[in-house]
DNA sequence: TTGAAAGCGGTACCAT
DNA sequence: ATGGTACCGCTTTCAA
C-alpha cells in the first residue's frame, strides 16, 4: 500500500493525500477525513524511510550504553524508551561492552540512520564525542564534556553527605573502593569521598577495583580490613553488595563491626543487609537526556548545558557508629 | 556525501560505484579500488534509507522485551545486540511494559523498518502473533505459539531436577512460588514442579504471587511456612531472592530451617546463601533467537519450528535436608 | 565490464 | 484548497 494508492482510491493527487497527514490544516477538513478513511481502509501506513530520505529525519534516536547488563543503565534506558515513544521516536540500542572502539562503530552504523544520540557513560576520547555532537545532536551522560550537551549525576553531593554521616558516627579512618579510574563517575565520586573526608578531618584511602563487580567486591574485604578503615563508601551498588558478601564470608557482621554505603541505588533495598546508597540518577537521567535530546533535535541551535541530576544519601541500615575491629 | 559524488570523483558511472559495494565482482578489481579510495577519502557511506527504498531491506531488526528492568532480559539482549552487530545489523528496542497493547504499538511502529523481530515473552494474543510472522520474519522467545518460530527455555527439566533433589533430600511437602500465571514460563514451571512432585510422592501446593518481584517474595513467607512445606520452588530468582529475606527477616536459616531454589540464574552467587537455581536461559535464548531470525531473513522458507533452550538445576548453597520447623 | 535510466515511496516547491 | 513534478540517494534491469 503507498500513498499513491490511497490518492487514487480518494480520488485526489499523491501531494494532497500526503498533506492529509502531514500538514492537514493545508486541506479540507473533509477531504481529509475521506483520505484518511481510505487509508486505514486500505491499511496505509507511512513508509519511514521514503520519508526520512526526502524529508531528512528519521524519527529515531540512538541510545549506546557501555554494558545493558550493569544494573545502573535497565532503568535509564526504559525511561529513554518510554520517554522516546510518547515522542514518536523509536529508539536503538547499542551496547558497546565497555569499549570505545565498538562505541565508535555503532555511532558510524547508526549515524545515518538517526536523529540525535544518546551516549551513556562513553568511553570515546573526547574529541571524537564533540565531533559527533558538531554534526548530530547528541546528549552526553555521566561523562563532562566540554561544548556538548551533557547531564551528570552529582553524587558528589551524596557521597559527601555519607562521609559526613559517617564522621559524624565517630568513623574516623574510611576507604573508597574505586571503579573504573577512566570514567567520569569515580573520578567525581573519588574526589569527593577524598575531600569530604579530609573536611570533616576523617582519614580516607583508596582501594582500586577496576571493573565494578560483585566479586571484586567481595574479595577486596581483606584489604579494606588491613586498611583499619571502618568503613567504606563503595563506587557503586554492585561492588557494595559484593563487599556486604565478603564481610558475611569472614564472619564479620555489617554494619555493627563495619559500615557500607554504596552509590546509585540500583539494587534498592534488596541487599541483605539493607544498603545505605547514594540514590537517584539511573532512570532520572534517562529521562533528562531524552528531553534535552529531542529539544536539540527540534532546535540544534540551543546552548550545549550541562545539568545535574541531584543524588543523595538514603539511610538503610548497612552504616552504624564505629566500632574498630580486631588488628 | 552521496555516490553520484563518488563516482564523479572517480571518473565512472554511478551504477558502476553502486557496484562496487555490492557486487563488487561485476567489476575490474582495479576500478573496484579506485571507487573505494575515494569514496574513502570523501567520507563516504551509503545512505541505510535510500538503499532500504530501493531494495526494501533494512539491516536493521527489532527486539522487544516485557521489561528490560527484569533481570532476565539484559543478558538475552546484550547477545541480540553483539550477535547482530556481527551479521552487520543494527536493533531497535522496545520495552512494552508488560503491556500487549504497548506491544502492539512498537511492533506496528517498527514493522516498515526492520527485516524481523524477536518478541520476547510476548504478551499479545497468539493470533497477533501468527499475523505478524506470517507477514514479517519473526521469533518468539518463550511463548509456545504453534506455526511460529519460537525458542524456549525447558526450565521443566531443570526444575524436575530441582524437586527430585529436594525428594532425595527428604522434603515431602513442597510450595511453588507462582509468577503471572498468563506467561507460557509460569505455566511451563508450575506443570513441572506439580508434575515432579506427584511422581516422586511428594505434596506440592502453589502460592499465586502474580508480579514476580522481591517484595512479593519477601512477603510470602508468612504464608508459606504456614503451608507446611519444607522447602520452595520459585519461578524466578527475584521471587526466590525476596524470600531468603523473607526467612531472615522472622529469623530462620536457609538452608538449614528451609530449602530454596529460584529460576533463570540471572542473580549468578550474588544471594545469601547462593541460590540453587535453574541455570541457562537468558543469554541463549537470546543467541539462538538471533540466529534463527537470521536464517529465517535469508530465507524465509524455512518451517517454523521449535527450539528448546537446556536448562539444568545448579546446586549452590540455599537448598538442604529436611527439617521440619516449628508449627 | 560499464553506463543510462526507471523506479522505490514520499515531500515540498511552484502553480493554478 | 488542490495538483503537477522535481527531487531525496541508491539499486537494478536493460543495453551497449
Same mark, same amino acid.
Given at each position: 500500500?503507498?500513498?499513491?494508492? /490511497?490518492?487514487? =482510491?480518494? *480520488? %485526489?493527487? $499523491?501531494?494532497?493525500?500526503?498533506? #492529509?497527514?502531514?500538514?492537514?490544516?493545508? +486541506?479540507?477538513?473533509?477531504?481529509?477525513?475521506?483520505?484518511?478513511?481510505?487509508?486505514?481502509?486500505?491499511?496505509?501506513?507511512?513508509?519511514?524511510?521514503?520519508?526520512?530520505?526526502?524529508?531528512?529525519?528519521?524519527?529515531?534516536?540512538?541510545?549506546?550504553?557501555?554494558?545493558?547488563?550493569?544494573?545502573?543503565?535497565?532503568?535509564?534506558?526504559?525511561?529513554?524508551?518510554?520517554?522516546?515513544?510518547?515522542?514518536?521516536?523509536?529508539?536503538?540500542?547499542?551496547?558497546?561492552?565497555?569499549?570505545?572502539?565498538?562505541?565508535?562503530?555503532?555511532?558510524?552504523?547508526?549515524?545515518?540512520?538517526?536523529?540525535?544520540?544518546?551516549?551513556?557513560?562513553?568511553?570515546?576520547?573526547?574529541?571524537?564525542?564533540?565531533?559527533?555532537?558538531?554534526?548530530?545532536?547528541?546528549?552526553?551522560?555521566?561523562?563532562?564534556?566540554?561544548?556538548?550537551?551533557?547531564?551528570? /549525576?552529582?553524587? =558528589?553531593? *551524596? %557521597?559527601? $553527605?555519607?562521609?559526613?554521616?559517617? #564522621?559524624?558516627?565517630?568513623?574516623?579512618? +574510611?576507604?573508597?573502593?574505586?571503579?573504573?579510574?577512566?570514567?567520569?563517575?569515580?573520578?567525581?565520586?573519588?574526589?569527593?569521598?577524598?575531600?569530604?573526608?579530609?573536611?570533616?578531618?576523617?582519614?580516607?584511602?583508596?582501594?582500586?577495583?577496576?571493573?565494578?563487580?560483585?566479586?571484586?567486591?567481595?574479595?577486596?574485604?581483606?584489604?579494606?580490613?588491613?586498611?583499619?578503615?571502618?568503613?567504606?563508601?563503595?563506587?557503586?551498588?554492585?561492588?557494595?553488595?559484593?563487599?556486604?558478601?565478603?564481610?558475611?564470608?569472614?564472619?564479620?557482621?555489617?554494619?555493627?563491626?563495619?559500615?557500607?554505603?554504596?552509590?546509585?541505588?540500583?539494587?534498592?533495598?534488596?541487599?541483605?543487609?539493607?544498603?545505605?546508597?547514594?540514590?537517584?540518577?539511573?532512570?532520572?537521567?534517562?529521562?533528562?537526556?531524552?528531553?534535552?535530546?529531542?529539544?536539540?533535535?527540534?532546535?540544534?541551535?540551543? =546552548?550545549?548545558?550541562?545539568?545535574?541530576?541531584?543524588?543523595?544519601?538514603?539511610?538503610?541500615?548497612?552504616?552504624?557508629?564505629?566500632?574498630?575491629?580486631?588488628?
Amino acid at each position: 500500500m503507498t500513498l499513491a494508492d /490511497v490518492a487514487r =482510491a480518494a *480520488g %485526489v493527487s $499523491e501531494s494532497t493525500a500526503s498533506r #492529509a497527514f502531514t500538514r492537514p490544516d493545508l +486541506i479540507r477538513d473533509d477531504t481529509v477525513e475521506r483520505i484518511k478513511r481510505f487509508a486505514a481502509e486500505l491499511g496505509y501506513s507511512v513508509d519511514p524511510h521514503a520519508r526520512a530520505l526526502s524529508t531528512g529525519r528519521t524519527q529515531n534516536i540512538a541510545l549506546i550504553v557501555p554494558d545493558i547488563a550493569n544494573p545502573f543503565f535497565p532503568p535509564l534506558v526504559r525511561e529513554v524508551e518510554s520517554g522516546a515513544e510518547q515522542a514518536d521516536f523509536a529508539v536503538f540500542l547499542g551496547d558497546s561492552d565497555e569499549r570505545a572502539s565498538r562505541e565508535k562503530v555503532l555511532v558510524d552504523r547508526l549515524s545515518r540512520q538517526v536523529d540525535g544520540f544518546i551516549l551513556a557513560s562513553p568511553r570515546m576520547p573526547e574529541e571524537q564525542i564533540r565531533e559527533l555532537a558538531a554534526r548530530t545532536p547528541t546528549v552526553v551522560i555521566n561523562r563532562d564534556v566540554e561544548g556538548v550537551h551533557r547531564v551528570l /549525576v552529582d553524587a =558528589a553531593t *551524596g %557521597v559527601r $553527605e555519607a562521609v559526613d554521616l559517617l #564522621a559524624a558516627m565517630g568513623h574516623t579512618s +574510611i576507604a573508597y573502593l574505586a571503579g573504573p579510574a577512566e570514567t567520569w563517575a569515580d573520578q567525581e565520586r573519588r574526589a569527593a569521598v577524598l575531600g569530604a573526608a579530609e573536611a570533616a578531618g576523617v582519614r580516607a584511602g583508596v582501594i582500586e577495583l577496576g571493573r565494578p563487580s560483585y566479586e571484586a567486591g567481595r574479595e577486596c574485604v581483606g584489604s579494606l580490613i588491613a586498611t583499619g578503615a571502618t568503613a567504606a563508601v563503595a563506587f557503586d551498588d554492585v561492588i557494595a553488595h559484593g563487599v556486604l558478601a565478603g564481610f558475611s564470608l569472614v564472619g564479620l557482621n555489617v554494619p555493627a563491626d563495619f559500615s557500607v554505603v554504596g552509590c546509585d541505588d540500583v539494587l534498592a533495598a534488596t541487599t541483605l543487609p539493607a544498603l545505605t546508597t547514594v540514590s537517584g540518577g539511573s532512570a532520572a537521567s534517562g529521562a533528562e537526556a531524552l528531553s534535552t535530546l529531542l529539544a536539540l533535535i527540534d532546535d540544534s541551535a540551543t =546552548a550545549p548545558e550541562r545539568t545535574a541530576i541531584d543524588a543523595h544519601l538514603v539511610h538503610r541500615a548497612s552504616v552504624a557508629p564505629a566500632r574498630h575491629i580486631r588488628r
